[in-house]
């Protein structure tokens, strides 16, 4: 039932944004912006010391390993790859589902508890359009460019611990990651963000639409929000990565 109600929603949602106009309920700019701001600049001090993190993270790990094979010269090229294809559009998205996708949950299940969703619907204006339509958007939008954030901010975060232990400098890093990251590293990154907005957008919606019960029913289905969302967000990300790579 949940997943049909999640296609419908997306299906509904291209509706209002393509079709809105000429229904004259245009979707407008104005929620979208503000969702943007709160979707991606909220998120950016989290993202920026996450990203950071891991990245030295996997320059301590890649150069440790590859010691025991005396290729630890290699560890550029390991962990480039590892930020820009997995953890920074993995960790960006789990981040935001977290912190966003909750709040998303949160705020449409008072809504339903208020009887507001309902008002709109009397008033002939559509839930999904107001509400949904505004932050699909904004999060289609903001999530690929955090996650292009996460990969500079974690690639030279990296680069700060492994050009001093290669005995390199900073600058002959940065050409290493140039020439090793390709364009498609890149776009499959942001195509995995990409799915993952979509799916951050739908389940927070699908939990907040289905509050009952008060406050208590507001807490539990927030937490099943975030839950639900880092579990598709995992699952996704490995069937994509199954498929592309094969």
């Known amino acids: 039932m949940e997943f049909g109600f999640a296609a419908s929603l997306v299906g509904e949602s291209l509706f209002w944004l393509v079709m809105g106009g000429k229904r004259r309920q245009p979707v407008r700019l104005g929620p979208i912006v503000e969702q943007a701001m709160e979707i991606g600049i909220g998120a950016l001090p989290i993202v920026t010391v996450l990203s950071g993190t891991i990245g030295i993270m996997l320059a301590i790990q890649g150069i440790y390993s590859l010691k025991l094979f005396g290729a630890e010269s290699r560890v550029t090229l390991g962990v480039a790859m590892s930020t820009v294809r ?3 559009p993995l960790i960006t998205g789990i981040l935001v589902a977290g912190r966003s996708g ?3 949950a949160a705020r449409l299940g008072i809504m339903r508890i208020n009887q507001e969703i309902d008002a709109l619907t009397v008033m002939g204006i559509s839930p999904v359009r107001f509400l949904v339509v ?7 939008v903001m999530l690929p460019c955090l996650t292009l954030w996460a990969d500079l901010v ?3 975060a990296a680069g700060l611990y492994i050009a001093p232990q ?7 890093y940065g050409n ?11 776009l499959h990154g942001l195509a995995k963000s990409g799915i993952f907005a979509v799916l951050i957008t739908v389940v927070g919606v699908v939990n907040g639409a289905s509050v009952t019960g008060g406050a208590e029913g507001v807490g539990r289905m927030t937490t099943r929000s975030v839950v639900h969302a880092i579990s598709a967000i995992v699952i996704t990300d490995m069937v994509f990565v199954f498929m592309v790579t094969r």
């Open 166 to 172: 290669l005995g390199s400098s900073l600058g002959a």
């Open 154 to 156: 974690g690639l030279f």
């Open 86 to 88: 997995e953890f920074a």
């Open 176 to 186: 290493d990651v140039i020439e090793l990251v390709k364009l498609n590293d890149m």
């Open 102 to 104: 909750s709040a998303l």
């Open 134 to 140: 505004p932050a699909l958007v904004a999060m289609l």
